[in-house]
Each structure stands twice: as C-alpha cells, then as structure tokens.
C-alpha cells in the first residue's frame, strides 16, 4: 500500500469493496451490475497504477482482468447477446 501511496487503514475498505463487487457478479441475477462495479473498480487500479507510473503491465493487467470479467458474463448470459447490433 505504501507504494501506492495508500494509507494502511484503507485495506479493509478497498478489500471489502471487491468482495461486495464480487459478490454481486457471482449471483447470476445482479451478475451485470456486479461487473459494471467490478469495471469501475478495475479503472480506479488502472489510474493508482499510472499515478504510481507502475510498469506497463501492471497498468494493463487490471483491463485485461476485466476483460475476462464481461467475457465470462457473455459466455453465460444470452441476454447481453442480444444486445450487441451486429447480432442476427
């Protein structure tokens, strides 16, 4: 947390944040709004690493995280399929 310039005492709240959001992605009917957070959370990674001037990779790591993330929710909802304009 020093490294990022994090004060100690946000650990828990951070922590307790992702497990909020992660909750809510496993649970197939909040499971958008879950990875919406998630997305949100994973911005605010990508902008403590480029404020920290972190390497690339570990800038990019968190959108390829979330990328994972809304893929794995298209794998398993057909509703978002039907979203998409260059669907059939």
């Known amino acids: 947390m ?5 004060p100690e005492k946000t ?7 992702l497990l909020v959001c992660t909750a809510l992605y496993v649970v197939p009917k ?8 998630l997305t949100g ?5 990508v902008a403590v690493q480029l404020r920290v001037a972190n390497p ?8 390829m995280f979330g990328i994972v ?7 398993r909802d057909e509703r978002l399929w039907d979203l ?3 669907r059939r």
């Open 2 to 6: 020093a490294r990022l310039e994090f």
């Open 11 to 17: 650990i828990v709240e951070i922590g307790m944040i």
């Open 30 to 37: 909040t499971s958008i709004l879950g990875a919406v957070l």
């Open 41 to 45: 959370y994973l911005g605010g990674a």
């Open 56 to 63: 690339l990779f570990e800038t990019l790591f968190p959108v």
């Open 69 to 75: 993330i809304w893929a794995g929710l298209f794998l």
């Open 84 to 86: 998409m304009p260059l």
